[in-house]
């Protein structure tokens, strides 16, 4: 077998990634999520240095795919929406991150 032909295996998990978590702020928000039961707005916009507006479009393309429930209530009179992963997000960022690590292991040999 060929440097070349171990390279393409190798890499391989990297054309099939979910381009949905690999864009970065989404893959932020994904992070912080997956460490918590839920997380409120502004404290995901206070971690991620992210705007309202764009955290805001990231949540929708993340809702949209199933990974991130939005839950939105009001606690006196105040509006607060609460964010959490759903099992098929917690599911894909394990994916996500099994295939960065297999692809960084195998460039670190």
Do not use: C, W
């Amino acid at each position: 077998m060929t440097k070349n032909e171990i390279d393409k295996e190798n890499l391989q998990p990297l054309a099939e990634i979910d381009r949905v978590i690999h864009e970065p702020a989404r893959l932020l928000i994904l992070a912080y999520l997956s460490v918590v039961e839920s997380a409120d707005f502004l404290f995901l916009m206070n971690q991620t240095h992210l705007t309202r507006g764009n955290l805001s479009a990231h949540l929708s393309k993340l809702e949209a795919t199933g990974y991130v429930e939005i839950k939105k209530e009001f606690v006196e009179k105040i509006p607060r929406t609460l964010l959490s992963l759903t099992e098929e997000g917690r599911k894909a960022f394990q994916e996500y991150r099994r295939s960065m690590r297999q692809v960084l292991d195998s460039l670190a040999e």
